[in-house]
């Protein structure tokens, strides 16, 4: 399978011929996925689950074994109940995002070939070496439409692709992490700026987003991992009991007797709060190509499964000083009404991803 074909375009196949497809994240550690079906009472959870990759088979991003990533993908395919087809995502540590101006009215062919321009530029990946595509932002002005760009190095999505391919998986389509979550979390139609920050295992993934569109992104390897080591150790508990404290207790216990946890994960909540508030203030005194300053962030938006840590919410708030929530990814998916999705709130955190991945292919 071509993998330019593959990237070459983020929006839906024409729901009238989309097959049933499922979303899947492949991360450093695992392979998650989840898949939606249509019934006469709303859009209900069909296939939904994680299985572990090994360590070595993807790092940072980067496929480094595909014999193994084919083998764990034939895997979790058989859970996968009959669907072939997925949606994927592609993590923000091997690409690039930022921001550019173009003329309003202009085609697709007319844009793509100004971002091409614009490459040599912005990114260390020469033009004949790039996959990459754009989204609108909605916002316009007198200089013309904003669009976020996204760009891979062509050698880091191709591994992905033949993966999938040499899996029997068909790719209909593949995109960045942060687009994934947003088309969940963001209140996109309000056009706002938003900091989504997902808070994993290993890393912290953070997109600055404009009406859903990510047009900056960072990753620093902070992660919640840290914290569940440092509990373990402080207060002699298993790797579960640790991240139930991490869950239940975290920074504002409810038993006196837990200060040396408390002490223990404040380390990990710290360096997060300082890696968000250096990005939130970064944004914020930030100005265009044209010496205007940006759209302030409206809100922080955290998913992750490290997310849940109790406190955090407030802990961040409290130093950038703006609004911080926890989303509800089911929110609007499904009528809680006529039923309940057997993912928790908790846990659903960790499944924006591949939430926003399932949504490509069905309509609301």
């Known amino acids: 399978m071509d993998s330019t074909s593959v990237l070459e375009r983020w929006f839906p196949v024409p729901r009238m011929i989309a097959p049933p497809a499922v979303g899947v994240d492949i991360s450093d550690a695992s392979i998650r996925w989840l898949g939606f ?20 088979i993807v790092a940072q991003g980067i496929v480094k074994d595909g014999a193994r990533l084919v083998a764990a993908l034939m895997e979790a395919k058989k859970q996968w109940g009959g669907v072939y087809c997925v949606n994927a995502s592609l993590p923000e540590e091997s690409g690039y995002v930022f921001s550019m101006q173009v003329p309003d009215m202009s085609d697709r062919e007319q844009v793509m070939n100004m971002i091409g321009f614009e490459l040599e530029a912005r990114v260390p990946i020469p033009a004949s070496a790039a996959l990459y595509d754009f989204d609108q932002t909605h916002s316009r002005d007198a200089s013309g439409v904003e669009i976020g760009v996204v760009v891979f190095a062509r050698e880091s999505v191709d591994p992905y692709v033949d993966a999938f391919s040499a899996a029997g998986i068909q790719l209909l389509s593949l995109e ?49 991992e840290t914290m569940t080591t440092a509990a373990m150790k402080a207060l002699s508990l298993s790797h579960e009991d640790a991240d139930l404290f991490i869950d239940t207790q975290g920074l504002i216990p409810d038993e006196k007797d837990v200060a ?5 994960i404040m ?5 997060l709060a300082e890696e968000v508030v250096k990005l939130y203030r970064y944004w914020d005194t930030r100005r265009n190509e044209r010496g205007d300053r940006v ?21 961040l708030a409290a130093r950038v000083q703006s609004s911080v929530v926890k989303p509800d990814v089911w929110g609007a998916i499904v009528d809680y009404d006529t039923y309940i999705p057997p993912i928790d709130r908790r846990t659903s955190l960790q499944f924006a991803t591949v939430i926003g991945l399932a949504l490509r292919s069905i309509a609301l």
């Open 37 to 56: 079906e249509k019934k006469s009472s709303g859009t209900e959870v069909r296939t939904w689950g994680e299985i572990p990759l090994e360590s070595g």
């Open 267 to 271: 380390p990990t909540a710290t360096a």
């Open 176 to 224: 960045l992490e942060a687009r994934s979550i947003a088309r969940v979390v963001s209140d996109e139609e309000k056009h706002a700026v938003e900091l989504l920050v997902d808070f994993g295992r290993n890393r912290t993934g953070c997109a600055v987003l404009k009406g859903g569109v990510p047009i900056f992104t960072s990753t620093v390897m902070v992660g919640g």
């Open 295 to 315: 759209t302030p962030v409206e809100r922080i938006i955290l998913v992750g499964g490290s997310a849940n840590l109790r406190g955090l919410n407030d802990f």
């Open 260 to 264: 040396a946890g408390v002490d223990a």
